[in-house]
């Protein structure tokens, strides 16, 4: 692993790292999440063929802290787009998680030159179109956040985030809770970025893209309904949709090996970065 000071990025500083070798894979993380929330094994098994470029957004983790009221997805793809510019990356593949995926459509609507393959996963265009997350699931999550309760937001969390089989064992609560309580996300900044997916919105603009692109989406995803994947497949020409039956919403955390394994043959058939159609 390569450690990047923080880089001055888009008038903040975003903490960056870069490991593995190999064509650059730029991965976007979902709300309040920063890079360790990968996990070890997803990102062991990516950097076999793969140079990982891992950061945390603006607000989050060890990037500065939040300089704004409000921000979109179209703003967070922006700074990605820079991040690129400052290591002097000119493409790379991407890989974008639930809100991080919504980044990752406007990154590839945005500067579709930069993007050799795109990566969409658990992720949603948003709009009417879209399936948003329950009520029951939002209402769980609010209160778990707003009491204030660290260690009842992590069990609430990790319960709604992956499969109920998964989270029935002990190994993996603890695991998750040892990523978990590093770098933890304050309310304020929770409710700017659940305000940037709320506002995304590419279902009108997904059919103009034009790269290589693979949707991965767990079938028991109660954050964002698996509905949401074939949705996004069936609008982006020549997508591939790939599900992962069973897992929830953390699908990377549940199945790594084979989600390593997706996005890998994915990025090594996708050199040239975009499609024929």
């Known amino acids: 692993m390569r450690v990047v000071p923080r880089l001055p990025v888009a008038g903040t500083e975003l903490y960056?790292?870069?490991?593995?070798?190999?064509?650059?894979?730029?991965?976007?993380?979902?709300l309040g999440a920063h890079s360790a929330h990968w996990g070890e094994r997803f990102l062991a098994e990516l950097e076999r063929d793969l140079e990982l470029i891992l950061f945390d957004h603006r607000g989050v983790g060890r990037s500065a802290a939040l300089d704004r009221a409000a921000i979109t997805t179209a703003d967070l793809?922006?700074?990605?787009?820079?991040?690129?510019?400052?290591?002097?990356?000119?493409?790379?593949?991407v890989l974008g998680f639930s809100m991080g995926g919504m980044v990752a459509q406007e990154l590839a609507l945005s500067a579709p030159e930069r993007v050799r393959t795109l990566t969409l996963g658990a992720t949603s265009a948003g709009g009417t179109q879209s399936r948003p997350t329950s009520p029951q699931?939002?209402?769980?999550?609010?209160?778990?956040?707003?009491?204030?309760?660290?260690?009842?937001?992590?069990?609430?969390?990790?319960?709604?985030?992956?499969?109920a089989p998964f989270a029935a064992q002990p190994g993996n609560h603890a695991e998750f809770r040892e990523v978990a309580s590093l770098y933890p996300a304050d309310l304020s900044l929770l409710m700017t970025?659940?305000?940037?997916?709320?506002?995304?919105?590419?279902?009108?603009?997904?059919?103009?893209?034009?790269?290589r692109t693979l949707v991965i989406h767990g079938t028991a995803d109660r954050v964002?309904?698996?509905?949401?994947?074939?949705?996004?497949?069936s609008l982006v020409a020549g997508a591939r949709l790939e599900l992962l039956h069973g897992a929830g919403h953390l699908f990377f955390w549940e199945q790594p090996e084979r989600s390593a394994q997706l996005v890998r043959a994915h990025a090594a058939t996708g050199a040239a970065g975009a499609t024929s159609h």
């Open 137 to 163: 699931v939002v209402q769980e999550l609010t209160a778990a956040a707003l009491s204030g309760d660290r260690e009842r937001m992590l069990r609430t969390g990790l319960r709604i985030i992956v499969s």
């Open 193 to 211: 970025q659940q305000a940037a997916v709320d506002g995304h919105d590419t279902y009108g603009r997904l059919r103009g893209v034009r790269l």
């Open 16 to 30: 960056c790292e870069r490991r593995g070798d190999g064509e650059p894979l730029l991965l976007i993380q979902g």
């Open 77 to 93: 793809a922006r700074d990605a787009l820079e991040l690129l510019d400052a290591l002097q990356i000119e493409r790379a593949h």
């Open 224 to 233: 964002l309904d698996v509905i949401n994947g074939e949705l996004l497949a």
